[in-house]
Antibody, heavy 116, light 111 residues
Framework: EVQLVQSGAEVKKPGESLKISCQGS????????IAWVRQMPGKGLEWMGI????????RYSPSFQGQVTISADKSINTAYLQWSSLEAADTAMYYC?????????WGQGTLVTVAA | EIVMTQSPATLSVSPGERATLSCRAS??????LAWYQQKLGQAPRLLIY???TRATGIPARFRGSGSGTEFTLTISSLQSEDFAVYHC?????????????FGQGTKVEIK
């Protein structure tokens, strides 16, 4: 069974750093692109960027370039999304998803709350 | 960036009735269009890919159609579990340098 399991909810202060994870199982993790998607409270889905775990080829949506860093460790079937300095506007649910004719499997989401 | 526009924003439908949701792309995406269902507090679930192919386990009452810039998701007879938000997404470019953009969503609510 294909699964993407994300790390738990986080509460952070503005200016803090954060790295959340997405671990895949039940398939060959290295050969499928993984996407990160943001959903702000009460809003739609926003495409942040993607990574190919096999060689860590990474692409960012222009809206998120320079704002976050996407990485992966194929040895442990895990992709990451990180911030160096969080802002209140980063408060959102973040999903990882496997890319294959759309996004066919999704993680359960990681809620990130940034508040003073 | 390809802009995806969904209409209506909210659709009020009685159980058993048909629901028709629209999605328009700002430029042609061929048939590289997916539909997702998202229930409150849950992750999105893939319903349709390739504009018209149902994903594994998706009931036949969900039907996708269209190509180019105009797409439709039809739910033939709404069941209680179908009341949710529906998102469309284009995945025309590979790799997606400019993003596989989503529409803003259509909420299907009980009338």
């Amino acid at each position: 069974e294909v699964q993407l399991v994300q790390s738990g909810a986080e509460v952070k202060k503005p200016g803090e750093s954060l790295k959340i994870s997405c671990q895949g199982s039940g398939y060959s993790f290295s050969i499928y692109w993984i996407a990160w998607v943001r959903q702000m409270p009460g809003k739609g889905l926003e495409w942040m960027g993607i990574i190919y775990p096999g060689d860590s080829d990474t692409r960012y949506s222009p809206s998120f370039q320079g704002q976050v860093t996407i990485s992966a460790d194929k040895s442990i079937n895990t992709a990451y999304l990180q911030w160096s300095s969080l802002e209140a506007a980063d408060t959102a649910m973040y999903y990882c998803a496997r890319m294959s004719r759309g996004c066919d499997y999704w993680g359960q989401g990681t809620l990130v709350t940034v508040a003073a | 960036e390809i802009v995806m526009t969904q209409s209506p924003a909210t659709l009020s439908v009685s159980p058993g009735e048909r629901a028709t949701l629209s999605c328009r792309a700002s430029q042609s995406v061929s048939s590289n269009l997916a539909w997702y269902q998202q229930k409150l507090g849950q992750a999105p679930r893939l319903l349709i890919y390739g504009a018209s192919t149902r994903a594994t386990g998706i009931p036949a009452r969900f039907r996708g159609s269209g190509s180019g810039t105009e797409f439709t998701l039809t739910i033939s007879s709404l069941q209680s579990e179908d009341f949710a938000v529906y998102h469309c997404q284009q995945y025309n470019s590979w790799p997606p340098e400019r993003g596989w953009t989503f529409g803003q969503g259509t909420k299907v609510e009980i009338k």
